[in-house]
């Protein structure tokens, strides 16, 4: 009997053992898997001539929501007796719960459970995403490439650099054309990087004419091989604006330096309303309005997200018959506060760096102490398509409207999700909120990613359900499914709602949170 065979007691001794490798449908690559062996992408096995999914259903314990230790209630292997850890507010997830490939059958578990009286159904699948990617949100104000750059993982173009965001720097990963429409090793490349950050790992990324940076989910970006610490408090002009009142009487001219734009206290509207004095300063950049300068210096890794080291690079001569003068005081400062110099004019007006006093210490203090910790966000995007809406519903348009009329609540691994209006089930999720390990990859390639709709029984009859499939969640738990592996009990992370009760009590939105 073969290892697998035994660890999923697939194996009847009164038959004969099965030599012949058997055929894996859940995805189109058709793998013929040996007694014994798992298939191309791991995620399935051939136990004594069963095809066994290999990891465990993950079924979540909301009893971690309030704060309970999270108590694994079920080794993999064993049998749930259902008592351990049971408070009524369990989710069985699509973790492990195979998929509908090739379409024709229902999806694999179709759960129902009463929550406040009310009977809902949870329709649970793994889904397989060609149309997928992430959206990567890095906080920091350095320069990691220009926009559209290219960015490669294992040196194929994965994705390219985006819009930035305030304070952020967006990158846009994976999708179909990188996914299938370029050379194998494109695609593989593309693949794997999805899945680990997807699963939350650290993966080194290269941006043409840019910075190479790692990018981990929930964890600081590391650009250039330095750590990044802290997001910006805002551009130069709000800095100037939100600290206006804590340098006056401290210092005569504040510059504080940015990429984006650089504000300087005398000439800003805040200055002007506190009374700032001119002080002759000039600027070498393109003026906006009183006080904010755009382009001071070409974007980088320096001061403020420019290419500057030497902030006095960004100042041309000073005017002493705008306000000039011998011993007048300067404090420039960066949009993080991480990088700061005072100086005082000498007798032919040039700023001459001194130690720096304390009197300033503080409100520069003030502004790290506001930049928040910089850290990589990862959100999965893909789309639901025909496969995945078939084995919800025998008319697949029916899932579709039900979802974008609110009837239905989304989850990816009991995680909320935002679905995108308009047209089809695009849905975005955070990963850092999602079980971990929770998405798998087929070789075609293509990304495999948990998936629930949980919605009211009599709403999910009246769409064409499967209503001959549903099962209750006890007989679930105590007796598993078609793919025969057993239940993992987790507790649900504490952010996630319990989603029977959030679609009973959403108001009209179909977004994260
Ligand atoms: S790649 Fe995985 S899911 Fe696809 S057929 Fe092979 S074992 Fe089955």
């Given at each position: 009997m073969s290892e697998l065979a035994e660890r999923f007691d697939t194996h009847d001794p009164g038959e004969k053992l099965v030599a012949e490798k058997i055929r894996c449908d859940a995805c189109p690559v058709m793998c013929y898997i040996a007694d014994g062996r798992?298939?191309?992408?791991?995620?399935?096995?051939?136990?004594?001539?069963?095809?066994?999914?290999?990891?465990?259903?993950?079924?979540?314990?909301?009893?971690?929501?309030?704060?309970?230790?999270?108590v694994p209630f079920i080794a993999e292997g064993e049998a749930w007796d259902g008592e351990l850890v049971n408070t009524g507010r369990r989710f069985v997830t699509a973790i492990g719960a195979g998929t509908t490939y090739p379409d024709y059958k229902p999806?694999?578990?179709?759960?129902?459970?009463?929550?406040?009286?009310?009977?809902?159904?949870?329709?649970?699948?793994?889904g397989i995403f060609s149309y997928c990617g992430v959206k990567v949100k890095i906080d920091t104000d350095r320069h990691l490439g220009p926009e559209t750059a290219i960015v490669r993982a294992a040196g194929e173009a994965i994705g390219h650099v985006t819009t930035g965001e305030y304070g952020s720097q967006m990158l846009s990963l994976g999708g179909v054309h990188h996914l299938t429409g370029g050379s194998k090793s494109e695609g593989?490349?593309?693949?794997?990087?999805?899945?680990?950050?997807?699963?939350?790992?650290?993966?080194?990324?290269?941006?043409?004419?840019?910075?190479?940076?790692?990018?981990?989910?929930?964890?600081?970006?590391?650009?250039?091989?330095?750590?990044?610490?802290?997001?910006?408090?805002?551009?130069?002009?709000?800095?100037?604006?939100?600290f206006a009142t804590q340098w006056r009487g401290l210092v005569d001219e504040v510059v504080v330096v940015?990429?984006?734009?650089?504000?300087?206290?005398?000439?800003?509207?805040?200055?002007?309303?506190?009374?700032?004095?001119?002080?002759?300063?000039?600027?070498i950049g393109r003026r906006s309005t009183p006080g904010r300068y755009f382009k001071v210096?070409?974007?980088?890794?320096?001061?403020?997200?420019?290419?500057?080291?030497?902030?006095?690079?960004?100042?041309?001569?000073?005017?002493?018959?705008?306000?000039?003068?011998?011993?007048?005081?300067?404090?420039?400062?960066s949009t993080t506060g991480e990088q700061f110099a005072y100086y005082e004019l000498d007798d032919e007006l040039k700023p001459i760096e001194k130690p720096f006093p304390d009197r300033l210490q503080k409100s520069v203090g003030l502004i790290e102490d506001n930049c928040e910790p910089a850290l990589c966000t990862v959100l999965f995007i893909g789309g639901a398509g025909g496969s995945l809406r078939?084995?919800?519903?025998?008319?697949?348009?029916?899932?579709?409207?039900?979802?974008q009329g609110l009837k239905t609540y989304v989850t990816v691994g009991g995680a909320p999700?935002?679905?995108?209006?308009?047209?089809?089930?695009?849905?975005?999720?955070?990963?850092?909120?999602?079980?971990?390990?929770?998405?798998?990859?087929?070789?075609?390639?293509?990304?495999?990613?948990?998936?629930?709709?949980?919605?009211?029984?009599?709403?999910?009859?009246?769409?064409?359900?499967y209503e001959a499939e549903i099962r209750s969640l006890e007989d679930i738990v105590a007796k598993g499914g078609e793919y025969l592996n057993p239940r993992r009990g987790t507790g649900a992370p504490t952010s996630n709602p319990w989603p029977p009760l959030a679609q009973l009590h959403r108001a009209g939105s179909n977004g994260i949170g």
């Open positions: 798992t298939g191309a992408c791991d995620r399935y096995g051939n136990a004594g001539g069963r095809i066994v999914r290999m990891d465990p259903l993950t079924i979540l314990d909301h009893a971690a929501e309030t704060g309970a230790a999270i999806a694999p578990f179709i759960v129902s459970q009463e929550v406040e009286g009310v009977d809902l159904i949870t329709v649970v699948t793994e593989r490349a593309t693949c794997d990087a999805l899945l680990d950050l997807c699963n939350r790992k650290p993966v080194e990324l290269t941006i043409d004419g840019g910075a190479t940076i790692i990018v981990e989910a929930g964890k600081p970006p590391v650009i250039d091989g330095k750590q990044e610490h802290r997001m910006r408090v805002g551009c130069g002009s709000a800095t100037i604006g939100m940015d990429d984006h734009i650089t504000g300087v206290v005398s000439e800003h509207q805040a200055g002007k309303v506190l009374g700032w004095q001119d002080t002759g300063i000039k600027i210096s070409e974007p980088g890794l320096g001061w403020g997200g420019t290419s500057i080291s030497d902030p006095l690079s960004i100042l041309g001569e000073w005017n002493a018959k705008k306000g000039a003068r011998p011993g007048l005081s300067l404090l420039m400062v078939a084995g919800v519903t025998e008319n697949p348009v029916n899932l579709t409207r039900s979802v999700v935002y679905v995108w209006p308009g047209g089809g089930i695009t849905l975005m999720v955070d990963v850092t909120r999602v079980p971990e390990g929770a998405f798998g990859y087929v070789p075609t390639p293509a990304l495999v990613a948990p998936i629930e709709f949980t919605l009211r029984r009599d709403d999910y009859v009246r769409l064409g359900g």
